[in-house]
């Protein structure tokens, strides 16, 4: 299997890094370059409040920060941010609300713990699943569409073809793209699509959500609180996903690759391209 | 591009579920069953604290457990734990240390916010980094036993095989392999290989790593921690990785794939076979 990357294309292509390695066969080492993916730690915070730091992509932190808050519930619209100020070199986001939410730590903290990156037992109860909203759009989206969508996705990411080494995710709409963005973070990309979203007043509502990576159950969260009715992967869904999207009325399909894909729930949003 | 897995492999592979979807082409639908993976939340309640909840497969939970509590150091050996006690149904893991550490809350949230997957300021700071100590090993490996060993890797895992949704790891030693874990998490398949070593009693100084996924800083720290001085992904590392290794004297090789490997820091560990 040949490697994913091409370094040759990527002359200076942002977020990248070029260093110098050496390149191993069983015959021997020659020296090289190589592109990698930057990763750099940005640390939040959230009126006057460090409320965490994690580990992305250099590149629209303001859509990650707004788009991370907004997942944690901490943001409802554009209107509740009074400003956003970015430092990348420092690796510090600032996000002021309107109203100064006053938080009691240790509920911020208890949060953070119960959600985010591969953390999120508060959702997973049946009351929990309950208590959130049905996706009820009535979009619908044929077949040969999801297979160009996807086919278009995935040339669209320069970092990805220097590096290898990062998740994408792209939401769209009726007309066309609406946002495209990649992050080292799997979580982060889509966050990161969802800030812009709030930040630019982009409706999410009745779209479509492609991403490369996996859909577990907290990728599904966020696409749901979002109310995007389909969402596709270039790969594997997890048992937990698929039963969340059934419940909440989200299309899910994975494996799109070439001329086919799977869908694994709310089938009835895939119509056949005689229609 | 075809999908990577094949459901007809796998009758009854643990960590699966097998369901009923839709396969669509350009020219229809048609029911099917596909293979996906399981994804649980897991608590683990640490000396009658309820310290974090991650997002898991199911299966060695007591390695995943203390390899995550070693990671974020609050195991430092066997003998530091009295019990452990995994309830797999209700997703809880209980863990007791001889010792009954009473850690402020506040100062254990604050551990787990600025650690664990996607978050790790308190570690990249240069101070920090001087703090951790290097890792020593001599140990070297010649490049054609590296390839062949991804060679056997990439056949390891069945979970893989039959869902293409999960990440593995294994450790190796000079005699062989001593761990093989996967997980839907990239930190937990290494969490779950430290922690059965923790466990078991493995020895982890001087052996060598291999992951099927991404190289982030979070990995390369973790591996560090352990003293394993080469770690080889048959995926990309990030730029932060690269420089951790570098500076704590990790050998690190990416994009190991048929014939050929990138070693990207102390390549003085890779042996031609001349040797």
């Known amino acids: 299997m040949e490697p994913l990357k091409s370094p040759s294309l990527s002359g200076e292509i942002a977020g990248t890094d070029r260093i110098s390695i050496q390149r191993v066969t069983r015959d021997g080492k020659q020296a090289t370059e190589d592109i990698v993916a930057r990763e750099m730690p940005l640390t939040i915070i959230f009126n006057n409040q460090e409320l965490v ?66 953390r999120g037992a508060s959702f997973y109860s049946a009351a929990d699943v309950k208590n959130r909203h049905q996706v009820e759009s009535q979009a619908t989206v044929s077949a040969s569409r999801v297979l160009s969508l996807v086919q278009e996705f995935q040339h669209l990411s320069p970092l990805y073809r220097a590096t290898g080494g990062v998740h994408s995710a792209a939401l769209y709409g009726a007309g066309g793209i609406l946002a495209f963005n990649e992050d080292i973070g799997r979580h982060n990309a889509v966050d990161k699509i969802f800030g812009e979203c709030l930040l630019k007043g982009i409706i999410t509502e009745g779209q479509l959500m492609v991403i490369s990576g996996r859909i577990s159950s907290e990728i599904l969260l966020k696409v749901a609180k979002r109310n995007v009715p389909i969402i596709v992967s270039v790969s594997a869904p997890t048992d937990l996903a698929v039963r969340l999207a059934g419940e909440l009325g989200i299309t899910l399909l994975g494996f799109v690759r070439g001329k086919h894909a799977n869908i694994y729930t709310n089938e009835w949003r895939i119509t056949s391209d005689a229609k």
């Open 53 to 118: 730091t994690l580990l992305c992509s250099p590149g629209d932190l303001n859509s990650l920060a707004a788009g991370f808050l907004y997942s944690e519930g901490l943001l409802e619209k554009r209107e509740d941010i009074k400003r956003v100020l970015v430092d990348e070199d420092k690796g510090i986001v600032r996000v002021e609300t309107v109203q100064d939410t006053d938080m009691p730590a240790e509920l911020l903290f208890k949060r953070m713990i119960t959600s985010g990156c591969g």
